[in-house]
């Protein structure tokens, strides 16, 4: 079989850099970009939504002047967007850089998209009943996301170690795709990888002692608080989006709502955000330590690893 990668810039594979939140992905993209004369393709679920670039840590204009940068700011944060939506996008766009020699860069935190990737996930296998998903989400509106969750469990009890009862869209996405196909999610995924991938991908990890990742991440929040998380929160909120809408469950501006709405103090809100970044990364690491295949590179080796020897 032909290696379209290959024969388009002589590398094996397309590197996908990715690890927790705060772990200095960005930064390693970029030089790994400018040694390999590629363009930098976004793999975040959150870097997608126009106008949230501070409490998304998107790149800098600095940084983007460096290296172009794909895949960010693709929607409003109206808009509703799913793995499938991703998976279009970077094909298209890995597509039109290899035509020109470019190879792509992956970088970014979204185990789900990395794992799309790597995997080559089909969803044309498991078509959902939207008419369903929406009934869903009258459902939760009316009783909240318990009797949700537990119908989840009693179709796929796999769920309950993979996705949290608070990541109410992705329970109600989930339920809705389950009685869509009357499959597992395991039979789903089986069903959706048969393929394998459409290009060879290699994956890198950034890995932190785990002490020193979280001071990164309360300092990040310090820093995008003097950057103007604020102002994005305020916007965000103003925009009268549903509560289950992606945007609104996003960390970095949920945890700072209470505060713009006068039921708590700043220092409470900037407190839990640490809080939930924190939490947030280590189910990151969580996520990734059990895919198969990723290089992890201790993050004091950074300034002398050499990526292209695996490529």
């Known amino acids: 079989m032909t290696n379209p990668v290959y024969e388009k810039t002589g590398y094996r594979s397309i590197p996908v850099i990715c690890g927790p939140t705060a772990s200095g992905k960005t930064g390693f993209s970029i030089r790994v970009a400018k040694a390999l004369g590629g363009e930098i393709c976004c793999c975040d679920s959150m870097q997608i939504y126009r106008h949230l670039s501070v409490g998304t840590a998107k790149p800098t204009e600095e940084e983007k002047k460096q290296v172009p940068h794909h895949l960010i700011d693709l929607v409003e944060p109206s808009t509703p967007f799913h793995v499938a939506a991703y998976l279009d996008a970077a094909y298209e766009k890995i597509e039109s850089l290899l035509c020109r020699g470019v190879i792509p860069v992956f970088c970014g ?9 790597q995997k080559g996930f089909s969803f044309d296998e498991a078509p959902i009943d939207r008419s369903i998903e929406q009934k869903l989400r009258e459902e939760f509106e009316r009783d909240g996301i318990e009797p949700i969750y537990s119908r989840l469990l009693k179709l796929d009890p796999e769920c309950e170690g993979k996705i949290h009862k608070n990541n109410t869209k992705r329970v109600i996405h989930t339920l809705a795709l389950l009685m869509s196909v009357s499959k597992t999610t395991s039979e789903i995924r089986e069903a959706s990888t048969k393929e394998g991938p459409r290009y060879p991908f290699t994956l890198f990890a950034i890995d932190w002692p785990r002490e020193e990742l979280y ?19 305020e916007w965000l909120l103003k925009q009268t989006l549903p509560e289950n809408c992606t945007a609104m469950q996003a960390i970095g501006y949920k945890e700072l709502f209470p505060y713009l709405n006068g039921e708590k103090s700043l220092p409470e809100c900037v407190a839990l955000l640490k809080q939930h970044s924190r939490n947030y990364a280590k189910r990151q690491l969580t996520w990734f330590r059990h895919m198969e295949g990723i290089n992890w590179i201790p ?3 950074l300034e002398e690893y050499n990526v292209e020897s695996y490529l």
């Open 215 to 233: 001071r990164r991440i309360d300092l990040r929040v310090d820093i995008m608080l003097e950057q103007g998380i604020l102002d994005e929160a």
């Open 299 to 301: 993050a004091d080796t």
């Open 109 to 117: 935190g979204t185990g789900q998209y990395v794992q799309a990737l």
